[in-house]
């Protein structure tokens, strides 16, 4: 009777021949490729001045009325350490969807222009650099092989700071309530 050799849970590659594609939404962001799962994004909208909220981080760039809810509206570009990202026709706000304390919270980021919807196989996907990245290396969940270029993965629930939002929206509201 043959025995199977792997008793260990299954590689990545293991489970991207059983068909784990995955699907994410790619974005221009001072001149390079980045990419966010597509379950995480609630849609994409028309870039918009935010309204400015004083005493918060630069990355902030204010908050958006967005059908009667306040969303935090970051610039990514800052946020990863670059200048901030200039308004153009083609720049948009993605509306990003985070868990936090059980708690969903609707998170804007503005991106350079939206590219398109990729399906990536998880065999195509290798694991976040230890060093040289020119981002945090928190940020990124993976690095997806596309058309022979590697885009960056990014883990929303990280990049978006959950724990920074929650003080954020914790000094939104009690502005609000004063």
Do not use: W
Request: charged letters at 20%; a negative charge.
């Amino acid at each position: 009777m043959a025995q199977n050799p792997r008793q260990e849970p299954a590689s990545p590659a293991a489970q991207a021949a059983a068909g784990d594609n995955q699907q994410y939404l790619t974005f221009m962001l001072a001149g390079e490729t980045f990419a966010l799962g597509i379950l995480a994004i609630k849609e994409i909208i028309e870039y918009a001045n935010p309204t400015a909220v004083p005493m918060m981080p630069e990355y902030l760039r204010g908050v958006i009325n967005l059908r009667g809810l306040v969303v935090p509206v970051i610039d990514l570009a800052v946020r990863f350490g670059k200048a901030p990202s200039p308004a153009t026709k083609r720049t948009c706000i993605v509306i990003v969807e985070i868990e936090a304390d059980g708690e969903r919270h609707d998170i804007g980021a503005v991106v350079d222009a939206v590219n398109a919807v990729l399906e990536i196989p998880q065999s195509e996907i290798e694991p976040p650099p230890t060093f040289g990245a020119r981002i945090r290396t928190d940020f990124i969940a993976g690095m997806g092989k596309v058309e022979g270029r590697f885009v960056m993965l990014l883990d929303p629930q990280h990049v978006l700071a959950t724990g920074e939002m929650e003080a954020l929206a914790g000094t939104l509201e009690s502005d609000a309530a004063a």
